[in-house]
């Protein structure tokens, strides 16, 4: 019997809040342990939460980005879990009136086919204090860091849409984006401020078969999401079809071992709604107000970029996918550079090479200003494409102006044909053979020829010019 997966995903955003999302206590978790706490973090007795304009802000553009619909009335509950991570016993989450409803992200699936993966809800909770498992000598012991616990979450979760790891992938990438765009997080799976949990389960392909989900946990990269979905998928079809029943429970990712392993279940009770912090009521008027901050969307600006610019969907669409890349390329064009060239050499020489180097395009030493003024020297045809790329490198590595470090290094591009003359009559003297071919027919002799008189000239001499000459010359000969 052949098997499909069906997959739903539930994803913790941490929001890129000043402060916590009940207290006045920073929202900086990587300091020195437990500085950033006080009583009501610290869920002393009869502390009162405070709950925090900026979080629910924050929460509702990263709703209102996803296409959600914000409700007008939300509260939280008590969720009612033991564990020492959570010392008093509930957390502050929305189980029964989450912020939003609704909200779809649409990507391409492996066939480059457009597929919608539905939002079922965004809710916001508080996040718990964060365990630390070391040796005390020989001895295991486990430490509490409370700067985490209250830190403002979203949870996004998915309709079970996804059929393959693919899917999955493709939509935590747009997912990722499409947050960082409206600046509610950094969402980085590496350092945890975006974090996922995946439900999954197989039924007989074609039915609509409700099956037993296990929940998988513990994904620290995109990668690893479709490396443990494609994992568990496995394991449990081999299970089926082994004649085990799937049980419900939930299992963690081991990225050295490369599988999914049982986990220990934490005590879960019930949701009540909480006394303490007031329900929250959205006025139309206020949304309309969040929507209206709103930046421009990824999808949105890549058609922009198209019908503005005339650039391909494809080009439009990797340089929209990053706001500081898209910024980047509106600067670069602004400085009257032809988009097609800046979004070529944006996206395939100086992102790659920022990349390389770890920088952030922003505070990268090639600002838009040099970059522009190295592209002018290369569409002016003052310099090569090969001469445009070493003075690429150059750029990041000194102060100077491109146009100082051209002259300095001799970058500057040959095309005067009274100086290229005497380069083309040596190599063809040099190079009866080639010649020859070329009178016999043979187009790739011109490509070898050019080749030839550019190695001569230093790698400066202008490739249109060469073949200009040389076809005159050749055509002259024969
Ligand atoms: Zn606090």
């Known amino acids: 019997m052949e098997f499909e997966a069906v997959i739903g995903l539930e994803i913790h955003v941490e929001l890129n809040c000043a402060t916590k999302m009940f207290c006045d206590c920073p929202n900086r978790p990587g300091d020195e342990p437990n500085v950033n706490t ?50 008093k016993g509930y957390q502050l989450s929305q189980a029964h009136l989450p912020l939003s409803r609704g909200g779809a992200i649409d990507i391409a699936d492996e066939d480059a086919n457009p597929k919608r993966m539905r939002i079922h809800h965004i809710h916001m909770e508080e996040d718990v204090a964060r365990l630390v498992h070391e040796m005390e000598g020989r001895q295991p012991i486990s430490l509490v860091d409370f700067n985490r616990a209250g830190v403002p979450l979203v949870e996004i979760v998915t309709e079970p849409d996804f059929r393959t790891p693919y899917e999955a992938m493709e939509f935590l990438k747009a997912l990722r984006t499409q947050v960082r765009s409206v600046g509610s997080s950094e969402c980085s799976m590496e350092s945890g401020t975006m974090r996922v949990d995946a439900n999954i389960s197989i039924r007989p392909r074609g039915t609509a078969q409700m099956s037993t989900k296990v929940e998988v946990k513990n994904m620290n990269s995109v990668r690893h999401v479709g490396d443990a979905i ?50 929250i009521e959205l006025s139309h008027e206020w949304i309309e107000e969040m929507r209206a901050r709103l930046p421009e969307m990824p999808g949105v600006r890549a058609e922009r970029f198209v019908t503005q610019y005339g650039l391909t969907g494809e080009e439009a669409k990797s340089l929209s996918s990053d706001p500081a890349i898209a910024g980047y390329f509106e600067a670069v064009i602004g400085q009257g550079i032809a988009p097609r060239t800046g979004a070529h050499w944006l996206t395939t020489a100086l992102v790659p090479a920022v990349r390389e180097r770890r920088q952030e395009l922003s505070s990268s030493p090639v600002t838009p200003a040099r970059f522009a003024a190295l592209l002018r020297m ?68 011109l490509g070898f020829l050019i080749g030839q008189v550019m190695q001569a000239s230093g790698g400066r001499a202008n490739p249109k010019v060469i073949r200009e000459l040389l076809s005159r010359k050749l055509g002259a000969i024969s």
């Open 38 to 87: 006080c009583p009501t973090c610290l869920w002393f007795p009869g502390a009162m939460p405070r709950f925090s304009q900026e979080a629910l802000e924050k929460a509702c553009l990263l709703c209102l980005g996803l296409s959600a619909e914000l409700q007008p009335r939300s509260a939280f509950d008590q969720k009612v879990y033991y564990y020492p991570d959570l010392p």
């Open 230 to 279: 494609t994992y568990e998928i496995n394991r449990q079809t081999a299970a089926v079809e082994a004649g085990e029943a799937v049980v419900l429970h939930t299992r963690l990712w081991d990225p050295d071992k490369k599988a999914t392993l049982p986990m220990r279940a934490k005590f879960e009770g019930p949701c009540v709604p909480d006394p303490a912090v007031p329900v």
């Open 378 to 445: 290369l569409s002016h045809d003052e310099i090569n494409a090969n001469a445009a790329r070493e003075v690429l490198m150059q750029l990041f590595e000194s102060d100077e102006a491109p146009e100082a470090i051209v002259s300095a290094c001799g970058f500057r591009q040959v095309s005067d044909a009274a100086a290229l003359d005497s380069l083309i009559d040596e190599v063809l003297g040099a190079q009866p053979a080639a010649v020859a071919d070329f009178r016999d027919g043979q187009g790739k002799a």
